[in-house]
C-alpha cells in the first residue's frame, strides 16, 4: 500500500500540471527531512513544508528517498556534523543555542544530525535544480508516451476516482 | 505566487488555541488534583486547596487554603498554610524542571483543629509508602525502650510510697503486725497465776497441824515437870531440846512463809516488765512506714521517658519523610565527555544545569496559634535551596524562623545538607516563655502542676546515614501550687511534695550509633527535688505517725495488762490470806515454845 501510493504521488507529480517550483522547492525541503534523524527535528521540517506552498507529494518522496540513502551517508555526517561541532569560534554560539529553551530537543549536538542537516542546507540549490529540470525535461519529452502505459493508465484512474469519491461526500 | 499554506497554518492556529482554552479552563483544576494526590501521598492523610490560581503570563501559581491532615491525629491538620505563592521559571519547564527562585508561605500554623476527619478512603492510601530505616529502628527500640521504664525500680517504689500513702492506717497496721507486747502481757500473767497456784498448793501441802500438837504437848509437859529425881532432869532436858528442834523446824518454815509473802505481796506491774517490748513493737511498726530508698536517677525517666521516646519518633517520622524527599548526592562527578553513540556522537556543551526541582528561597510567615482567636507567637523566616538534585545546586537546604510576642519566643534553624552520600540533617529548635500545655504532659499525681509552668525548650536532632542524636533541655519555671482543699484523703501528701517544687530542668537524649541499640538518657533535677520533698514531708509524717503508734501501743498493752492485773488480783489476795494465817499460827506457836523454854530456864 506505501509503495501504490508513492507511486500515486509520483504519477501526480509527473503527469499534472503543477508548478515546477512547487515541486523542486517540495523536494529540495523533503530532501533535508528524509536526511535529518531526529524526529523533533523532523517535525519542525514537516511543519515548515506544511506551512508555505511547496509540493508535499514531492516532499515525501525526496523524505523517502533520502530517508534511504541517509543509511549509507550517515559515517560522512558524522565527519562532517562533528568537524562542524568543534569549530572554536563557533562554540560559544553552540553552548548558547544548548541552554536555550528547546533547541536542545533538535539533537542538534549530535554530529550525524548537524552534518546531515548541514548536508541537506548544502543540497537544496542543487536538489532544486535537479527537480525543476527533470520536471520539465519529462513533461516536454516523455509525458505523452508515458502517459500510455497500461499501469499509468491505471494509477490515473484511481486517482481521479479517488477524487470523485472525495467531492461526492 | 502565494508562498503561505493559509489552511493549514489556521488550523494550527485553531489547534493551539483550543489546547490554550482548555488549558485556561482546566489546567487549574488538573494541578489542584495532582497537588492534592502528591501530597496525600506524602503525608498519608487528606490534603485540602480551597483555591489555586495559575497565570500564564508570569508562569505564577497562587495556593490559598493549603490543609494536611496528621496521619496520626486525624483530626489535627499538620500543616494549615492561608496562602502559598510562586514564580515558575518557564524556559526549565519546557525541560521538565521547576525552578523557583522565590515563593511566600504566610499564615503557617500547625496542630490546627480539623472539623473532618484526615483519613484517607481505603483505597486512596498510599500502599508502598515505605518507612524509612530510623522508622522501623525506632518502632522496636521505643517498645523495648518504654517497657524498661515501666520497669524501673522507681516505677516500683513510687508505687509502694503510692500504696502505703493510699493504705495508712495505724490501728490496720498495728492489727497486721501483731504486737509482741500483748503476748508478752498474756505470758506474763500465765506466770503469776502459776506462782500464785505453786505458792498456794505450797501452804496447803506444809504438815503443822502435827507438829504444832507436838508443840503444844511438849509445852504443857514443861510446864508442868518436876525435878524430883535425875530421870525427871533428863526426861524435861530431852522434852527441851525436842521443842527446841521443833522451834528451828518452825523457824524455817516461818521465813519461807514470810518469803512467800514478801514475794507475794509485791506489787504486780506488768507494764513494767513489757516496757522493752512495746518499745521493739513499736520500733517493728515504724520500720514499716519508714520512707523506701529511692533511686533519684529515674523518677524523671519514669515521667518523661515514655513522652520523650514518643516525640523523638514524632521527629524523626518527620525528618525521615523530609530525607525521603531529597536524595542523596553522588560522591562521583560527571565527567563531561564526547559519547559513542551507534547515530553519531553528542558534543557535550557547558550547560547551566538544573535540578528537577529547585526552589531558591521560600519566605515563611506563620503563627504558633491554632485557632485565629488564640494568641501564638507570630514567627517569620526563610527556607533555601529546596533541590531535588542537592549536589546539582551544590548548597545544603537551610530552614531559619524566628519569632516572639511581648512573652514568648521561638528560633527554630534546620540544615539538611545531601550534597554527598554522607548525608546530615539537623534541626535546632529553640523556645522560651511558652506554655507547659504545649508539652501535652498528662496529669500526674507525682508531678507539679506542669500545665501552668513557663517553659523554655531547646531541641537539637541530628540524623546522618549511621544514626541519630536528638537532645533537648526543657526548663519548666513558675511552676504554680495545687489547691490542696481540691485534693482529698493521703493524695494530700504527694500534692504537698509537688507543691514544693516551683521549677525543675529535664535534659533528655536519645541517639543511635550502630543502628541498632536506642540509648536514651534522661536526666532532671526534679528527681533530687521530689525525693527532697518526699523525705523533708515523710520524715515528719512518719515521725508524727511513729509518736501515734507508740502511744497507740502503749495504751493496747497498758490496757491488757490492767485487765491482767485485776484478774490476778483475787487470786493473789486469797495466796496472801493462806500465807498469813499460817503465819500467824506458826509466830502463835513458836510464842508458847518460846515461853515454855524461858521457864526451864
Sequence with gaps: MFLLKILKQIVVIFQTDISPNQVAWGFALGAILGLVPNMFMKLVLFIIIMMFRVNVSAAFVAWAIYEILSFALDPLFDVIGYQILNISFLNAFYTWLYNLPVIPFTKFNNTVVMGSLIAGIILIIPNMIIAKKLLVYYRTHLREKVSKWKIVKILTATILATNVVKIVK | MKI?????????IIIIALITIFNILFFDKILKKAIIASGQFAVGAKVEIDYLKTSFKNCSITINGFRAADKNNYFKNLVDIEKIKFDVRFAPLLRKKVVIDEMSVDGLRWQTDRKTSGELPKKEKPKNQQESKFSKLFKSAKDKTVTEFNNLPSVETFNKIQGQVNNFDINKLIEDSGLSSIKEVEKVSAELQ???????????????????????TLADELSKSKFGSLADIANTAK??????????EFDDILVELNNAKKDVSATVDVTKQIKNTIASDVNMICEKISIPTLNTKNISQMLFGPKWVNRVEKTIYYISIIKQYIPEGSDEKKVKEVKQRALGRDIIFKELLYPSLLISKINVTGTTAKTKEET??????????ISSSPSLVNAPITLELAGNNSIQKINVTGLFDHRTKDSKDNIKVEFTGLSGTILNIEPNDYLPLVDTANVDVAGTFD??????????????????????????????????ITNSIKSFDV??????????????KINSDIDKKLYDAISKLFSAKVNEAKDKIKQKVNELAQAKAK??????QGQKDEVLKQITGKIDAVEGIEKIITDALKKQK
Design chain 2, 4 to 12: 503561505i499554506r493559509w489552511s493549514f497554518l489556521l488550523t494550527t
Design chain 2, 563 to 568: 485487765e491482767i492485773e485485776k484478774s490476778l
Design chain 2, 376 to 385: 501564638g507567637i507570630d514567627f517569620s523566616g526563610l527556607i533555601k535551596n
Design chain 2, 194 to 216: 502459776n506462782k500464785y497456784k505453786s505458792y498456794q498448793d505450797k501452804v496447803n501441802n506444809f504438815n503443822y497441824e502435827e507438829k504444832i500438837n507436838k508443840a503444844k
Design chain 2, 239 to 248: 522434852k527441851v531440846n525436842e521443842l527446841k528442834t521443833i522451834k528451828k
Design chain 2, 507 to 520: 535534659n533528655l537524649t536519645a541517639q543511635t550509633q550502630d543502628s541498632e541499640n536506642l540509648d536514651v
Design chain 2, 463 to 496: 540524623l546522618n546515614n549511621s544514626g541519630f542524636l536528638c537532645s533537648s533541655d526543657i526548663a519548666f519555671k513558675n511552676i504554680k501550687e495545687k489547691a490542696l482543699n481540691t485534693v482529698e484523703g493521703n493524695l494530700k501528701y504527694l500534692a504537698q
